[in-house]
């Protein structure tokens, strides 16, 4: 079966600004994939690279086994993209927005158009300009599922939106696939991520530093926990627990770190007399800081 996606040692550098070096992809039809890292680390860049709107300093591109600048034309047919920043013509309405990128590629279903409408709760009759930005989002979404399109790239794609419509975009995405469509999925957030796909490539100042399944990526994912006593911090009651690292006393307050269950912490604290308890998921900034940091530093 051809890949959806295959990069070779792709490489787009902007002069004394960093780009992406030696990026090899490979995305398999049928999938979900994602493509996960910081921003400004090189996922814009890619996407660019794949629809020919920017070209390859060196190494090559295939989209459907086609080279990405050698057939541009014959690869949009067949995609669905939303750019990270998503802005058209402001005096045009949601509808007309739709419409005109419908036409472009020669008419689409109009009753799945309108149910896409439905379903993303968007009122088409607005004028672009006078949309927020989550009602914008969700006018590019439904300009990139609109034509049962057999790839979607959508970096992004969640921006703006709020927990109810992310929902309602992760069950079109999965539909989509469903009826043999394949998703290639830009984004800075590992939960989202880990929720929607089947394999991930995480890419850091523009270079690939893990491609694996969401099951092997999982060990990525921690808890950072503050937490606040009556007297003095136990810190040592912490420090030998399964999964606790980087136990530390900062404003009277415990810090520590946990990876895997956070069930050891929470009894701990119970009996402990804990007086406040804050346990969050890190950004994946902190997430990249905590596992690649010092691999980076000792680079240097």
Same mark, same amino acid.
Not at 180 to 206: K, P, Y
């Given at each position: 079966?051809? #890949?959806? *996606? ?11 600004? !960093?780009?992406?070096?030696? /990026? ?7 999938? /979900? ?44 047919? !067949? *995609? ?9 013509? @402001?005096?045009?309405?949601?509808? +007309?927005?739709? @419409? ?12 799945? %158009? ?10 088409? &009759? ?5 949309? &927020? ?12 599922? %609109?034509?049962? $399109? ?6 992004? $794609? ?24 394949? /998703? ?15 394999? /991930? ?16 990526? !999982?060990?990525?994912?921690?808890? +950072? ?14 420090? @030998?627990? $399964? ?13 520590? !770190? ?38 980076? #530093?000792?680079?240097?």
């Amino acid at each position: 079966m051809a #890949a959806a *996606i295959r990069t070779e040692k792709l490489t787009k550098s902007y002069g004394s600004h !960093r780009g992406i070096v030696d /990026v090899d992809l490979e995305v398999q039809m049928g999938e /979900v994939f994602g493509f996960l890292g910081p921003n400004g680390a090189g996922k814009t860049t890619t996407i660019r690279v794949l629809l020919d709107l920017i070209r390859p300093t060196s190494g090559k591109a295939y989209v459907f086994d086609i080279e990405s600048s050698a057939d541009p034309a014959a690869i949009h047919r !067949r *995609i669905g993209y939303l750019p990270g920043e998503f802005a058209l013509y @402001d005096r045009l309405t949601g509808g +007309q927005t739709l @419409d005109y990128f419908a036409n472009l590629r020669g008419g689409v279903d109009r009753a799945y %158009q309108a149910d896409l409408i439905g379903r993303f709760d968007l009122d088409p &009759s607005r004028r672009f300009r006078e949309y &927020s930005k989550g009602n914008k989002q969700k006018v590019g979404l439904v300009a990139a599922l %609109q034509n049962h $399109p057999e790839l979607l790239l959508l970096d992004e $794609p969640t921006s703006g939106l709020d927990p109810l419509v992310q929902q309602t975009f992760f069950s079109l995405m999965r539909e989509s696939v469903k009826d043999g469509g394949t /998703v290639f999925l830009s984004s800075h957030i590992l939960s989202e991520v880990e929720r929607s796909c089947d394999r /991930v490539a995480i890419i850091r100042d523009g270079r690939l530093v893990r491609v694996d399944s969401v099951d092997a990526l !999982r060990d990525l994912s921690h808890h +950072q926990v503050e937490l606040r006593f009556t007297g003095e911090p136990p810190i040592a009651e912490f420090k @030998d627990l $399964p999964g606790v690292s980087d136990v530390e006393i900062e404003d009277h307050q415990l810090k520590l !770190r946990v990876l895997g269950p956070i069930t050891p912490v929470v009894v701990a604290a119970a009996r402990l007399g804990v007086t406040d308890f804050l346990s969050r998921e890190p950004s994946l900034e902190e997430t990249f800081l905590a596992q690649y940091g010092r691999e980076a #530093a000792e680079m240097k």
